[in-house]
């Protein structure tokens, strides 16, 4: 039973993982760029919206599945 407990355990690990969000540039012929990879998405947006200020280009976040999560304009 121990053993049985322990594999389901080790099974579950990596779905409890932390998700992961990629924040992109969009270059100049209009695909987008990988910039930075954070965990946290409060993060990633504050860091987005700010490089987009600073830079003038857009920023995108979007999390390991591909999904749109934000996008900033300058």
């Given amino acids: 039973m121990r053993i049985f407990l322990l594999l389901i355990l ?3 690990l990596p779905i409890m993982a932390a998700p992961k ?3 992109q540039v969009r270059n100049q012929f209009g ?7 954070v965990h946290h998405l409060p993060s ?11 830079s003038g280009k ?3 976040i979007i999390d ?4 749109l ?6």
Avoid: C, E, V
């Fill in 58 to 60: 857009q920023y995108r």
């Fill in 64 to 67: 390991d599945d591909g999904n």
């Fill in 10 to 12: 080790s099974l579950a």
């Fill in 44 to 54: 990633a947006a504050r860091t987005a919206q700010t490089k987009a200020t600073q």
């Fill in 31 to 37: 695909g987008w760029q990988q910039y930075q990879t």
């Fill in 21 to 23: 969000y990629r924040i």
């Fill in 69 to 74: 999560m934000d996008l900033f304009y300058p």
